[in-house]
């Protein structure tokens, strides 16, 4: 099995994924759009997992890649029907890519924050074995506030109502952080909006007490994510690039 991964930083990798993919011998390459912003080939992969970043959705004007990235994305989970896993920006490209909306939050939402699973969210593969209930990782300023055609809603939380998502036949957007580790919460120093957004409800210091509740937190967070990365991978093994 082999997966393509978009990035937008270079601190936006597959994080703790990577583990995941070293134990079970998943082959992957990572394309960075931010610094190589030349459209990459579908060919030979067997699915497409699109990470977070910096930019938002709706930014061509800042960043013309953008355009060509979400024809990409589109190609890869409405026409050759190949698994798709967006997480964060990747969830919200997705869903612009497939016919949604995304706009900005009236208050960002940034913590460790429960998520509920819709009775479709139970049901979904993606989520077997996992609780209705899951302690997720949030970081983000801006949502999907409609949903593609033909969206399958995942789950919701108090503040977002379009967590995860479905399109297609297994094209799935996370808008929280599945692959986050503390020392990734820490590196987000380097984008000064999302700092500022933190200490704007959290205070000064609101950086490192992200990271040491992370760190408290990382043998559930881990198990999420691991749950869903193997339902994920199962998804692919299962009919890669099967008809929808």
């Given amino acids: 099995m082999r997966l393509l991964v978009f990035q937008h930083s270079v601190l ?27 459209r990459p080939t579908l060919d030979d992969y067997d699915a497409l997992i699109v990470m977070g970043g910096p930019q938002q959705a ?16 589109r190609e890869a989970a409405l026409r050759r029907h190949l698994p798709v896993l967006g997480i964060c920006l990747g969830a919200q490209l997705l869903a612009d890519a497939a016919g949604g909306r995304v706009a900005r939050m009236t208050e960002p939402e940034i913590g460790l924050l429960d998520v509920a699973l819709t009775e479709a969210g139970i049901e979904d593969p993606l989520f077997a074995g996992l609780p209705e209930t899951v302690k997720t990782l949030q970081w983000h300023l801006h949502a999907i506030d409609e949903l593609p055609p033909n969206g399958r809603h995942l789950a919701r939380s108090p503040r977002c109502e379009f967590q995860a998502f479905r ?24 984008f000064p909006d999302y700092v500022a ?5 959290r205070g000064a210091g609101a950086l490192e007490r992200l990271a040491a509740e992370t760190q408290r937190n990382a043998e559930t967070l881990g198990r999420s994510a691991r749950g869903i990365y193997d339902n994920f991978v199962a998804l692919v093994r299962a009919d890669p690039g099967g008809p929808a």
């Fill in 167 to 190: 399109v297609g036949r297994a094209a799935y957007g996370l808008q929280f952080h599945l692959e986050m580790t503390a020392e990734m919460v820490r590196d987000t120093r380097a």
């Fill in 12 to 38: 936006d990798h597959p994080g703790i994924m990577r583990d995941f993919m070293r134990a079970d011998g998943t082959s992957w390459d990572a394309i960075d759009w931010h610094e190589n912003p030349s």
């Fill in 58 to 73: 709706n930014e061509e004007d800042q960043h013309p890649w953008l355009a060509a990235e979400k024809a990409l994305i």
């Fill in 197 to 201: 957004a933190l200490e704007a409800g």
